[in-house]
């Protein structure tokens, strides 16, 4: 066993490493645990028509981890897991949208400040990218 090996066992031990979303145990180096991960990748995409807007598209519907994920990201200060929401909406896309604009809901600016950053943006720079 090498030295780097040997620090992340040690540092696992005292320092087991936890999901981002639900808190559990996970593997060294993941933001999410894999029963979260297969939760979030098993959640519905869905459409609708929205009067006055046209189509609204979502990756997820707002409950159980998708929505542990957003929570965890907006009060908890987990800020990696915009990449993980983003890598969702990625995979939801419709078949043809691969050029599009992406534009966040800004965040009211008391909670931006509070935050210190804007959730909504963090995402949005992510799937951009």
């Known amino acids: 066993m090498g030295l780097l090996a040997a620090i992340d066992l040690l540092g696992g031990a005292l320092a087991p490493p936890r999901c981002s979303v639900c808190g ?3 593997s060294a180096g993941a933001t999410a645990c894999e029963r979260c991960d297969r939760r979030l990748l098993s959640a519905a995409a869905g459409s609708a028509p929205l009067a006055g807007v ?12 998708p929505r542990e994920l957003v929570a965890a990201l907006k009060f908890g ?5 915009a990449a993980l929401a983003a890598r969702g909406i990625a995979a939801a896309l419709a078949p043809g949208l691969e050029a599009f604009t992406v534009v966040p809901v800004p965040a009211a ?3 931006r400040r509070a935050r ?3 959730p909504a943006e963090l995402i949005a720079r992510r799937l951009a990218a």
Not at 54 to 65: I, L, Q, S, T
């Open 24 to 26: 559990g145990l996970c």
């Open 77 to 81: 200060g987990r800020t990696g897991l």
């Open 116 to 118: 210190g950053y804007d």
């Open 109 to 111: 600016p008391a909670r």
């Open 54 to 65: 046209g189509r609204v598209d979502w990756a997820a519907p707002y409950e159980g981890a």
